[in-house]
């Protein structure tokens, strides 16, 4: 797969985000302040789903400022995880790394699952960086923080898939992406979760020359993204399928998803997937000029 390099990667990891926006929150109470905080957080959750991501940062640093003028650490720790989210998907990671830090520096004052989640988020930033072995220790700190009935468990399988698959495990990662699909069976609907437990199934079944396998996970998370409404995640889904095909020499279906591909990319000004939509198209038309 080594024309997919590390883009694939950092978009399928940009998919975990704000899991904890909405289940954070306190139930209503009277304090302005509070209900005010509230209100910032849940306009920056908004924001980025609109990817607005200055907005969204706005926001979550404004509710992270009124949380902590009231000494609510899990409000204002809470606040920052999103905001490490936000930079990562603006691709500032200097910037997510340091809300991350500063979470992490006041660990004990917090509960376990956002300890979890912060180290979850370090796992993710390490992965993006290439740093499996980092990436692992950050994973197990966040499994040992979440502790029984992790509500993070089908994230830190596929995560530790996605170690494996780079270390060149792949039964390994076939067996956490199992773990994770099982531990994602039961909710419903189907969530950015699920697209990214079929699309490292589906890598993972390109590693192996598992040609249906491939085909199947990868189209079932491109169903699943394309329901979610995210385009991003749908131009890598087609570029996993149009790989998938011409490595099995299966041509006309490569030909038809590096289409499909570049129409999505014009429409969603990506010019990245674009350029290399045109490319793949290109060298077809040569193969069989030849």
């Known amino acids: ?163 494996a698959l780079r270390l060149g495990d792949e039964v390994n990662a076939g067996t956490e992406v199992a773990l994770a699909q099982k531990l994602l069976a039961a909710a419903n609907p189907a969530t950015a979760e699920h697209a990214n437990a079929a699309r490292l199934a589906g890598e993972i079944a390109m590693a192996r020359k598992d040609w249906n396998e491939a085909r199947k996970q990868l189209q079932l998370a491109l169903t699943t993204d394309r329901d979610l409404g995210a385009p991003e995640r749908v131009r890598l889904d087609l570029r996993l399928l149009a790989a998938a095909a011409e490595a099995s020499a299966d041509l006309p279906a490569a030909r038809g998803s590096y289409q499909r591909l570049l129409q999505a990319a014009e429409a969603g000004g990506d010019a990245e997937a674009a350029t290399l939509a045109r490319t793949a198209l290109q060298r077809l038309d040569n193969s069989q000029t030849r």
């Not at 005010?36 to 924001?47: C, F, K, Q, V």
């Not at 003028?69 to 691709?91: E, I, K, M, Q, V």
């Not at 930033?125 to 950050?138: T, V, Y």
Request: charged share 20%; hydrophobic share 45%; aromatic share 4%.
């Open 1 to 163: 797969m080594g024309s997919l390099g590390r883009r694939p990667l950092l978009a399928w990891l940009l998919t975990n985000v704000l899991l904890l926006a909405a289940c954070g929150s306190a139930p209503p109470r009277t304090s302005p302040l509070i209900q005010e905080a509230e209100r910032l957080r849940n306009d920056g959750g908004r924001a980025f789903a609109q990817r607005d991501y200055e907005s969204a940062a706005r926001n979550f640093l404004a509710a992270a400022q009124r949380h902590a003028s009231l000494d609510d650490s899990p409000g204002t720790a809470l606040d920052r995880l999103n905001l490490a989210r936000t930079y990562f998907a603006a691709r500032n990671i200097a910037a997510a790394q340091a809300q991350l830090d500063t979470v992490l520096a006041q660990a004990s004052e917090l509960p376990g699952t956002l300890r979890a989640e912060a180290a979850r988020q370090k796992a993710v930033l390490a992965l993006a960086a290439n740093r499996s072995e980092e990436a692992q220790r950050w994973q197990r700190q966040a499994a040992e923080s979440c502790g029984k009935d992790c509500p993070l468990a089908a994230s830190l399988a596929l995560i530790r898939a996605q170690i």
